[in-house]
């Protein structure tokens, strides 16, 4: 192991340990590959109990180490895991992860999460992904879900000869899991302000009449929870039902990890539209929350997305 990852992993867990108010017992490391760390490296915290069973919450600690590597403030990291692993601690479960060995039982809660592969490349070096410019699809394990909140981790790349699958096989599944986990939706910003209640617009629904706007302004795709809802665009169907409705190839302006402006390519200019794009990634786009800098297209006669303007 890393000398400056050791010892950031050591001084993580004695930091938690004060902040928390828990024993020695309560915190512990596991290495990739050892009991419980099949998943990558993690620092287990044992936030509460229920009856006979133990809530523990995993903290990843080579995506944590990525983080300390460019920011170098190890106590707003601390103040981040203290933060998240309260808010969880009601909703965390157990993930048997020697169970998730068996792909017939867990297939159903694979998805599909979106990463800026440059930012997450020591992320992504043993998990399971496609890319696509400078964006990672990245297979990700359905741990458990409570009042929209979700517990998961990434797939790392020797589940698949476990499995015994291929790795297209395995990403159709996870697609199609993540089309009906939140279907794809397009918003209108003065629908939501006026009504709490509304979920998005269903352009799906192929004996519908949904009419996409063909102008300028462009379209809000995202999905029904609104999170990680930019993966929606590369979902069974989508981008095609999409260039159909529009008439025409497509430009994808990625604001953030939950949402993408759909614009017809017939409509604008994508060197327009990457001035937009940094302007609201500077202005409106929280850092984790960023995708890409780029303008990607979609082709209607092909089906494939190519990076338009980098």
């Known amino acids: 192991m890393e000398k400056g990852y050791e ?11 004060a902040a928390m108010g828990l024993g020695e017992e309560e915190i512990y490391f596991a290495k990739e590959g050892e009991k419980y760390g099949c998943t990558g490296d993690r620092l287990f915290v044992e936030c509460g109990h229920i009856e006979k069973a133990k809530q523990i919450c995993g903290l990843h600690t080579e995506e944590l180490y990525e983080r300390y590597c460019q920011e170098r403030k190890l106590e707003n990291i601390v103040h981040d895991c203290v933060r998240e692993i309260k808010k969880t601690s009601e909703a965390c479960v157990i993930c048997d992860v020697e169970g998730m060995e068996d792909y017939e039982k867990i297939k159903g809660k694979l998805f599909i999460r979106l990463l800026n592969a440059d930012r997450n490349k020591v992320a992504l070096e043993d998990a399971v992904y496609h890319q696509i410019g400078d964006i990672a699809l990245a297979l990700y ?9 979700i ?49 998005g617009d ?35 169907g989508v981008a095609r039902r999409l260039a159909e409705l529009l008439e025409s190839d497509l430009f994808l302006v990625f604001t953030s990890v939950h949402e993408v402006m759909v614009h017809s390519a017939a409509a604008v200019y994508p060197e327009d539209l990457k001035g937009v794009l940094l302007d609201t990634v500077e202005k409106a786009t929280p850092e984790d929350d960023y995708l890409t800098s780029s303008i990607y297209r979609y082709s209607r006669r092909t089906g494939e997305f190519s990076v338009e303007v980098q």
């Open 7 to 17: 010892t950031f992993v050591t001084d993580l867990r004695k930091l938690l340990l």
């Open 141 to 149: 394990y359905l741990a458990g879900e409570k009042e929209g909140y």
């Open 151 to 199: 517990l998961s981790t990434k797939i790392k790349k020797r589940f698949l000869e476990k499995w015994g699958k291929d790795r297209d096989t395995v990403f159709e599944a996870a697609l199609v899991n993540t089309y009906f986990i939140s279907p794809p939706r397009i918003y209108h910003w003065e629908k939501m302000l006026l009504d709490k209640e509304y979920s």
């Open 202 to 236: 269903n352009f799906m629904d192929l004996m519908g009449t949904y009419k996409p706007s063909k102008g300028i302004a462009g379209n809000c795709l995202s999905t029904e929870k609104r999170t990680n809802g930019a993966a929606a665009i590369f979902l069974p």
